[in-house]
């Protein structure tokens, strides 16, 4: 199990738990002695907590995790099976996509990665969306980025804020943003492009064979919804 699908696992379980017990987050904080900001951010799944933070929270809650086994990546499967039965425009809905579109104004940029495979009907999760932008827009990019006040990924302590968020700076082109969790390829010259039409709205996406050979976490998660859907 990733560490990220860990941190989302135990966010869901504790926002669970405490709507069902009609507790806000201020009311838990109290309970657990913790801030009402830490235990925000961690019903976000952005950051993975401590043991003793997790205890602390559920003990509040008189509730207590239990650690269980599945058949490796069996998550995966039951995963691609619900988002191929949802409509496409469903899952275009759940990842804010018209919202960042709107926003992104006059920003070159082209869709790519899990965000273009799932505009061509893909069955493929995506935790943000994913774009690819020139380097020659950097300072354009930089700018939207601080209206969206975006706070950037920082691998070393594994969480967002802390870096400085223009993309020349070291280190992951992710960042969280008031829309949401943006990714950036950043290249010389923008990939070649197709339209995509969904509703009132036209995509401009990098074609799904080039997702599959430039995206490899993508490319193996069809595979493998291709090879079940063939047996």
Partial sequence: MTEGRL??????????EREARELTQR?????????????????KGHRLPSIALVERLFGALDRQLA?????????LDAQLDDLAARPLADRIY????????????????????????ILQGAPV????????????????FTAWLNSAYAQRW???????????VEP????????????????????????EAIEIRHGERTYRAVPLVEVEL???????LLRRYRRRSAR
């Fill in 154 to 164: 920082s691998s070393r302590w594994r969480e967002y804020g802390g870096l400085r």
């Fill in 27 to 43: 009311a838990l904080a109290e309970l657990a002695g913790v801030s009402q900001g830490t235990l925000a951010n961690l019903e």
């Fill in 168 to 191: 020349e700076e070291p280190g992951e082109h992710r960042w969280l943003t008031r829309y949401g969790v943006i990714r950036a390829t950043m290249c010389d010259e923008l990939p």
């Fill in 214 to 220: 430039s995206d490899s976490r993508a490319a193996q």
């Fill in 67 to 75: 650690v269980a086994v599945e058949p490796l990546d069996a998550h």
């Fill in 125 to 140: 999760p995506a935790d943000g969306i994913e774009i690819a932008v020139r380097w020659q827009d950097a300072s354009t």
């Fill in 94 to 117: 759940d990842l804010s996509l018209d919202r960042v579109v709107d926003r992104l104004a006059d920003l070159p940029y082209l869709l790519t990665g899990s965000t273009a495979a």
């Fill in 7 to 16: 941190a989302g696992q135990i966010a869901n379980a504790l926002r669970r």
